[in-house]
C-alpha cells in the first residue's frame, strides 16, 4: 500500500538555526513528489514539485531534495514567518492526479 | 487575484440541514478536487472532475455527498442532512491536465461547523 510518513511531528527551531525535515514514501512507481505550506485555517500553498531522485529545487531559504526513497526540506536560518505545517504527498504510476499526503511536520521558529 | 476562490470561508449549520459550497479554480485549469481536511491530518481526497466530468469519487465518500461541475468552471459540493462528524476544512484545488502529474493550486477552504 502507498504511503507518505513525515517526522518529526512537530519541531520548534530559534531563528537563524538550519534544520530539515522529512518525508519518507513507499509508492508503486513515484511519478512526483509535493511539497506543501499550510498555515492555520488556510489552504496548503504550493512549493515545490520533484520527479526523480537527485533532484533538488530551491526557493528562499527552503531547499527540497530526493532520493529513492525520501525527501527533505531543509530550512536554512530561519525566521519566525517561517512557522507553519509543511506537507508532502506523492503521486503514483497508477494514479498521477491523485495525491498521497502524509500528516505534515508542524514547524515554528521562535524570535 | 487568480487563484482559487472558494465560498463560503465558514459555514455553521444545525445537524440534519443541507449545505453547499462553492469552488472557483485558476481559470486555465480543466481539473478539480475536492478534499476534506480534520485537524492533524493530511487532506483526504473526495472527489475529481476533469471539465465536467466527475471521473472519480472517493469509496468513503457518503451518498449524502455530491458534487457538480456544470460547465467545467466553477463546483459545487453539497452535502446533505449533515451529520457532527462532517464538521471540517473542505478544500477544492485545481490543475492542469495531461499526462504529467501537475502540482494542484488549492483555495483558502470552508471550514463547516455542524451543531
Known amino acids: 500500500e502507498d504511503q507518505v510518513t513525515q517526522s518529526p511531528e512537530a519541531l520548534r527551531l530559534q531563528e537563524g538555526e538550519s534544520s530539515s525535515l522529512n518525508c519518507s514514501y513507499t509508492v508503486s512507481g513515484l511519478r512526483g513528489l509535493f511539497w506543501y505550506r499550510q498555515d492555520p485555517g488556510k489552504g496548503p500553498e504550493f512549493l515545490f514539485t520533484?520527479?526523480?531522485?537527485?533532484e533538488e529545487k530551491e526557493k528562499e531559504r527552503l531547499k527540497a531534495t530526493l532520493t529513492k526513497k525520501e525527501s527533505f526540506l531543509h530550512i536554512t536560518a530561519p525566521k519566525p514567518e517561517d512557522s507553519a505545517t509543511y506537507l508532502c504527498a506523492v503521486t503514483n504510476a497508477g494514479n498521477n492526479r491523485k495525491l498521497i499526503w502524509g500528516l505534515g511536520t508542524s514547524l515554528g521558529v521562535n524570535p | 487575484d487568480t487563484g482559487v476562490s472558494q465560498d463560503p470561508r465558514h459555514k455553521i449549520t444545525k445537524r440534519g440541514q443541507n449545505v453547499t459550497f462553492r469552488c472557483d479554480p485558476i481559470s486555465e485549469h480543466n481539473r478539480l478536487y475536492w478534499y476534506r481536511q480534520t485537524l492533524g491530518q493530511g487532506p483526504e481526497f473526495l472527489t475529481y472532475f476533469q471539465n465536467e466530468a466527475q471521473l472519480e469519487k472517493s469509496r468513503l465518500l457518503s451518498d449524502r455527498f455530491s458534487a457538480e461541475r456544470p460547465k467545467g468552471s466553477f463546483s459545487t459540493l453539497e452535502i446533505q442532512r449533515t451529520e457532527q462528524g462532517d464538521s471540517a476544512m473542505y478544500l477544492c484545488?485545481?490543475?492542469?491536465?495531461?499526462?504529467?502529474?501537475?502540482?494542484?493550486?488549492f483555495g483558502p477552504g470552508t471550514r463547516l461547523t455542524v451543531t
Open positions: 484545488a485545481s490543475s492542469s491536465s495531461g499526462t504529467g502529474p501537475y502540482e494542484q493550486y
Open positions: 520533484l520527479y526523480s531522485a537527485g
